[in-house]
Nanobody, 126 residues
Framework: VQLQASGGGLVRAGGSLTLLCTTS????????MAWFRQAPGKAREFVAA????????GYADSVKGRFAISRDKSKNAAYLQMNNLKPEDTAVYYC????????????????????WGQGTLVTVSS
């Protein structure tokens, strides 16, 4: 399963960006998926996750109320809408999906994800 993340860029604090995760995997709609990020010199951290059905969503406390994860099953795609961006949101953002189909719940543990996109850089200036 190959994932492609895109949509990153340079934005001023308070601005917005939408990240896109796409795949040609025909079973993507049966997989949960998540966004993670890694800032320079820091460990990769969970950002948001969506149940395979889209019925359940989960967020890190640091992005709740500002970021929104969504899926478009017709396009085999997922999005991360990021609003009110802060300099501390600067990181490389990765989309990820598990090997297991129909995974229950929304998983924030990176070890549960087997397939990763290449990452897209988001830089927020102050």
């Amino acid at each position: 399963v190959q994932l492609q993340a895109s949509g990153g860029g340079l934005v001023r604090a308070g601005g917005s960006l939408t990240l896109l995760c796409t795949t040609s995997d025909s079973t993507f709609n049966l997989r949960g998926m998540a966004w993670f990020r890694q800032a320079p010199g820091k460990a990769r951290e969970f950002v948001a996750a969506a149940h395979w059905s889209g019925s359940s969503l989960g967020y890190a406390d640091s992005v709740k109320g500002r970021f929104a994860i969504s899926r478009d099953k017709s396009k085999n795609a997922a999005y991360l809408q990021m609003n009110n961006l802060k300099p501390e949101d600067t990181a490389v953002y990765y989309c990820a999906a598990p090997n297991k189909l129909l995974m229950a719940g929304t998983e924030s543990n990176a070890a549960k994800y087997d397939f990763w996109g290449q990452g897209t850089l988001v830089t927020v200036s102050s």
